[in-house]
């Protein structure tokens, strides 16, 4: 079976590597290429290859419990206001995000200084200092060229995985436009997730949408993080 994966690596360059996370038992780290937007859709090699990894009984978060999923945006196009509202979004939404990544581990922090108790511009200041790299287990960690975000939960059902992409892309898309072309960051837009969720475009952002409505996060009574919570069937196609 890891002949047949090799396919993948020499054909789509994804990368095969053990992780000092991971024990010998449970199998290896898959790590893919930067891709744009357009490449996940369905019959992409992502797709096609969690199709491939659940026909064969491999497991991803119930391997052992607790293995994540890392996406990675770059920070190459991304102003600092943007980095800086990403990052302070992902810490003081904490419910939300835990919610929607499915995973609680001190591998994934949130910083408590982002917390929306603590004032907007002491916020900012402090989450504009983890951008210089520091704090590698919190829920996004801020390196060199991307920020890492570390608070999904793995999986290899196609709604889980686009789900968790979509909430990276929305992120960026939100501090893009808040932020605007004179690059400020204002208290209102990051004081809580409620315009943020509401901003979650079905079209655009179908799989975190569809999340969303059925946790009622859009809504008006939103739930905490249920480790129970399934996706009707419909949602769970491939």
């Known amino acids: 079976r890891f002949e047949f994966l090799n396919e993948w690596q ?13 024990s010998d038992e449970f199998g290896i780290e898959i790590v893919g290429p ?24 491999a497991r991803s978060w119930y391997a052992a419990g607790n293995y994540g999923m ?24 904490s419910a939300l995000m835990t919610s929607i990544g499915g995973r609680r581990t001190h591998f994934a922090e949130f910083d408590t200084s982002l917390s929306p108790e603590v004032s907007f511009d002491i ?4 989450a504009s200092r983890q951008l210089s790299g520091s704090g590698k287990y919190y829920a996004v960690h801020v390196k060199r060229n991307v920020l890492e975000f570390r608070l999904f939960r793995g999986t290899l059902a196609w709604s889980g995985f686009m789900r968790n992409i979509e909430t990276v892309w929305a992120l960026h898309d939100y501090a893009k436009e808040k932020c605007g072309e004179f690059d400020t960051m204002h208290a209102e837009d990051w004081t809580d997730h409620t315009q943020f969720v509401r901003w979650v475009d079905a079209e655009k952002y179908p799989h975190l949408h569809a999340f969303l409505v059925a946790k009622n996060w859009i809504g008006e009574s939103p739930i905490l993080h249920d480790t129970n919570f399934t996706y009707p069937v419909a949602l769970m196609a491939a």
């Open 10 to 22: 020499e054909r789509d360059g994804f990368l095969l590597e053990r992780d000092g996370s991971l």
């Open 34 to 57: 930067p891709l744009r937007r357009e490449d996940y859709v369905e019959g992409s090699p992502w797709h096609q290859l969690t199709q491939w990894l659940r026909d064969n009984d």
């Open 70 to 93: 890392h996406v990675n945006l770059s920070r190459r196009y991304m102003s600092m206001a943007e980095q800086t509202a990403v990052v302070l979004a992902t810490h003081r939404w």
């Open 123 to 126: 916020a900012r200041v402090r």
